[in-house]
């Protein structure tokens, strides 16, 4: 049995993880974490989540011990729980995305006394389509542009998509193409044309679209198009739940869902 908090419980990820952990007999959830000033600060965790009573109180601050956190939340309020959990020994999973690179590099460092995962998709199919990326983008060379268009809820705050980030890393990683230089985001005015490294990224808002990613390897005469598209947020939810029973026990280190979901490269 596992002792779990969620940060950000009654954000849309925040709620699920609360009701898909109440039906898990493995885990009990044991703290339920907002920001400050919340409305539902002193509710039962079950009136937001659907799951009737729990015993659990949503609170600003975690006082009970946990074996791992789960944080959806924001950027900043990641960190500040990581930091807080470096200090009770609480196992960290963290699927907030909009982070930066100072916030990746506090991470590392949590990473050296907790176990950490952070990933900006928990899905099993995302975290094949990161595989496949980079194997198709070093197949096609320079003879295929390539660009990656992300779909999401009228929302989402942050842009683009974490997911679409990771999927020009790992083209970058897999070819001889940097973040830095050859990642444009969006295309405006006379842009003259299209450099054959650059990587475009586009963000679309829309309505109540879960995630949505497609890879685009376009050439003349002829495109791959490589989609991932998500139903529903409990797909990550999963991910997450399962990520945290993984980690919960492993010893302090940087841990991702390639090693959860036993994704093998190829
Ligand atoms: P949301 O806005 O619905 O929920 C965020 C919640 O965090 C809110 O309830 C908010 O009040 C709370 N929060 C903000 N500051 C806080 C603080 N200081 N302490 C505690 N709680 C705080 O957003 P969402 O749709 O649930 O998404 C949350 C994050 O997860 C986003 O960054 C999103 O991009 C990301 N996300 C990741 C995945 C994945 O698979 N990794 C999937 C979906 C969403």
Request: net charge neutral.
């Amino acid at each position: 049995m596992f002792k779990i908090a969620i940060n950000g419980v009654c954000g849309r990820m925040g709620a699920r993880i609360a009701a898909l952990a109440s039906e898990d007999s493995e885990l009990k959830l044991v703290a339920a974490l907002e920001r400050s000033g919340h409305p539902m600060l002193g509710k039962d965790v079950g009136s937001i989540s659907g799951c009737g009573d729990t015993g659990v109180k949503i609170t600003s601050s975690l006082t009970v011990h946990a074996d791992v956190l789960i944080d959806f939340s924001s950027p900043e309020s990641s960190v500040t729980i990581a930091d807080i959990c470096s200090k009770k020994n609480i196992a960290i999973v963290v699927g907030t995305t909009g982070l930066g690179p100072q916030q990746h590099e506090k991470f590392q460092y949590y990473s050296q006394v907790i176990p950490c995962l952070v990933s900006p998709n928990m899905s099993i199919g995302v975290n094949i389509l990161f595989n496949l990326v980079g194997q198709v983008a070093r197949m096609v060379e320079n003879e295929f542009d390539i660009e990656i268009v992300e779909t999401h809820h009228r929302f989402k705050k942050d842009a683009p998509s974490g997911t679409a980030l990771r999927l020009a890393e790992k083209i970058c990683e897999a070819t001889e193409r940097t973040m830095e230089q050859d990642v444009v985001y969006g295309r405006n005015g006379i842009t003259g044309e299209r450099p054959a490294n650059q990587i475009g990224i586009h963000a679309v808002r829309s309505g109540d679209v879960v995630g949505d990613h497609t890879v685009v390897f376009g050439s003349l005469g002829e495109r791959i198009e490589i989609t991932h598209k998500a139903h529903t947020r409990d797909t990550f939810v999963r991910g997450a739940i399962r990520a945290a029973k993984f980690i919960a026990k492993k010893p302090p280190g940087m841990y991702c869902m390639s090693d959860v979901l036993q994704i093998r490269s190829y």
